[in-house]
């Protein structure tokens, strides 16, 4: 069983960064992949970045060259998020599938959800 534990949210300044951590336990397959997910009151849920087990990473348009996502060897998966915005503020959510597959920002997609780390930022 796959376990995804998020940290690294808080409150910040606009302009400025966090790091958030999404620590792994369980077994992902090699072909699987991990995304950040975040949700905001009244919003869906979107997509704002994804790895693949090739390394090959993706953004959504919002936050593409502000965020970076990357990973260690044993899955444990990080998003530095950069020049943070007002907009930005949402509960993120590390989540994983077990299989590779396109597009990369389907909720439905994905089985296995951590519990969210919040993150504000203020202007």
């Known amino acids: 069983q796959v376990q995804l534990v998020e940290s690294g949210g808080g409150s910040v300044q606009a302009g400025g960064g966090l790091r958030l951590s999404c620590a792994v336990s369980g077994y992902i397959p090699s072909r699987g992949r991990v995304a950040w997910f975040r949700q905001a009151p009244g919003n869906k849920r979107e997509g704002v970045a994804v790895?693949?087990?090739?390394?090959?990473t993706y953004y959504s348009d919002s936050v593409k060259g502000r965020f970076a996502i990357s990973q260690d060897n044993a899955k444990n998966t990080y998003l530095q998020m950069n020049n943070l915005k007002p907009e930005d503020t949402a509960m993120y959510y590390c989540a994983a599938r077990s299989s590779s597959g396109w597009p990369p920002f389907s909720p439905e997609d994905y089985g296995y959800w951590g519990q969210g780390t919040q993150v504000t930022v203020s202007s």
């Open positions: 790895i693949y087990n090739s390394g090959a």
